[in-house]
Each structure stands twice: as C-alpha cells, then as structure tokens.
C-alpha cells in the first residue's frame, strides 16, 4: 500500500503566501515524477507543477513566477511554496507522484487539500 499525504492548505488573503506538503509513505522502491495539481469547483483537474527525479521542473502559465515546486527525495516529500496568490488559485490540491513498487509503476494521487484565496 502507497499513500501520499497532503498538508498545509487553508485560508489566506489575496498576495498571501501557503506552503504545500506531501508525504509519500509505505513500500517504494523508487519515485519518479512528482507533481501539484488542482481543480477548482466547476472546472477539470489541471497540472501545477511538476518535478522529475532529478530536479527538472516546469509549471502552468497561471503560476510561472509565483509558485515553486520542489522535492525531498530522501524524505519521499514534494512542497509547493505558492506566493502572491489571486483568488483564482482557489482550488482543492493534489499530490501526484510516479511511484515504483517491486510489483510495478503506479501513478498515485493524494486525498487532496483545500485552498482557499479571499478576503
């Protein structure tokens, strides 16, 4: 059994700043990709961030300069530090990593986090 976990979302006034974290637990062999994403009421899920193993990362136009995506691999923990946030990010978070397990790859997401942009 693979779980990631979220923590750190909430309530905070537009050009405030949240921190993202997500913990990657029980039998891994190995983490590829890990990534942010999130989908507001209404709408489809989309991607945030993403990072590779190695440290590549890239992010959607509506974050570039204001979120950073980053990664623990010795902890098994990707953040997202989201900075100067518009009500528009507004959203539930999800966790999403490429994880390998000795039976096989498994594209695992977490249980998601609220955050909520408003004044």
């Known amino acids: 059994q693979v779980q990631l976990v979220e923590s750190g979302g909430g309530l905070v006034q537009p050009g405030g700043s949240l921190s993202l974290s997500c913990a990657a637990s029980?039998?891994?062999?190995?983490?590829?990709?890990m990534g942010w994403y999130r989908q507001a009421p209404g709408k489809q899920r989309e991607l945030v961030a993403a990072?590779?193993?190695?440290?590549?990362?890239n992010y959607a136009d509506a974050v570039k300069g204001r979120f950073t995506i980053s990664r623990d691999n010795a902890k098994k923990m990707v953040y997202l530090q989201m900075n100067s946030l518009k009500p528009e990010d507004t959203a539930v978070y999800y966790c999403?990593?490429?994880?390998?397990?000795?039976?096989?790859?498994?594209?695992?997401w977490g249980q998601g986090t609220q955050v909520t942009v408003s004044s």
């Open positions: 999403n990593a490429d994880v390998r397990r000795l039976t096989g790859r498994y594209n695992t």
């Open positions: 990072i590779t193993s190695g440290g590549n990362t």
């Open positions: 029980g039998s891994i062999v190995s983490i590829g990709a």
